[in-house]
């Protein structure tokens, strides 16, 4: 397969700066008023203060898969629809530095790739060949990222329905997969039932799904205090 035919069934025109050559460097002065430099402050205070990304991020490190943020994160222009995504040619995150404004999008869009590369780590995940691979990570990454926390489906007018929270999964997860993959939105819904039992159930690393800030932070409480005790045997 060619390269701009993958690029095409893969995703990966929507992030146009994957594609690139080597980028111009700028100023230390010039650099502060970029929306890099927004991105990459954001970045760093979603790594330092969510309780999402922090979890992951030690569960990762637990796993073999240390997390270097110059090396696995990205911030770079996407295409309008997208807010970051996970190359796994690279193993790398992308974050859409000009679709990502504010920090608690930052915190969504962190939490939500570092799922998939949490799962790209712990498991062998054919994420180019096994569409159900594919789903089962999305559904997992709209399930615990807070993608459908009750404040966010809030905000974009979006509640009142019985088992909102499950059929926000299933929504989510099967555009992602439609973003990226070429197929019909029949065969995508198939694959997204076939496997969402199983995957909305899969919790890890958090232990249950997070449906908030605190409940993240009970998750990541629970994980740091049972690697002390693992020490300690």
């Given at each position: 397969m060619d390269q701009s035919k993958q690029e095409k069934e893969y995703g990966y025109?929507?992030?146009?700066?994957?594609?690139?050559?080597?980028?111009?460097?700028?100023?230390?002065?010039k650099s502060l008023f970029t929306s890099q430099f927004k991105c990459e402050i954001m970045l760093k205070l979603?790594?330092?203060?969510?309780?999402?990304?922090?979890?992951?991020?030690?569960?990762?490190?637990?796993?073999?898969?240390?997390?270097?943020?110059?090396?696995?994160f990205a911030c770079e222009d996407c295409d309008g629809s997208v807010s970051g995504g996970f190359d796994v040619a690279s193993s790398q995150i992308v974050l859409c530095q000009n679709n990502?404004?504010?920090?608690?999008?930052?915190?969504r869009v962190v939490t939500h790739e570092l799922i998939h590369a949490f799962d790209h780590c712990r498991a062998h995940v054919d994420w180019f060949n096994n569409l159900?691979?594919?789903?089962?990570?999305?559904?997992?990454a709209a399930n615990l990222s807070g993608d459908c926390s009750f404040s966010s489906e809030v905000s974009?007018?979006?509640?009142?329905?019985?088992?909102?929270?499950?059929?926000?999964?299933?929504?989510?997860?099967?555009?992602?997969?439609?973003?990226?993959?070429?197929?019909s939105a029949e065969k995508?819904?198939?694959?997204?039932?076939?496997?969402?039992?199983?995957?909305?159930?899969d919790h890890a690393p958090f232990g249950r799904i997070p449906h908030g800030s605190k409940d993240a932070e009970f998750a990541y409480r629970d994980h740091e205090s049972r690697d002390r005790y693992n020490t300690n045997l």
């Open positions: 025109e929507l992030f146009p700066e994957r594609n690139t050559g080597p980028k111009n460097e700028k100023s230390f002065v979603a790594m330092q203060t969510s309780p999402y990304a922090k979890l992951l991020l030690s569960a990762m490190n637990s796993s073999g898969c240390k997390v270097i943020r110059d090396r696995h990502i404004h504010q920090q608690s999008h930052m915190n159900r691979h594919l789903a089962c990570s999305e559904i997992r974009r007018f979006n509640f009142g329905m019985k088992q909102h929270h499950q059929e926000c999964v299933r929504g989510r997860a099967l555009r992602s997969i439609l973003a990226v993959r070429k197929i995508a819904q198939k694959i997204v039932d076939e496997v969402f039992d199983s995957c909305s159930n």
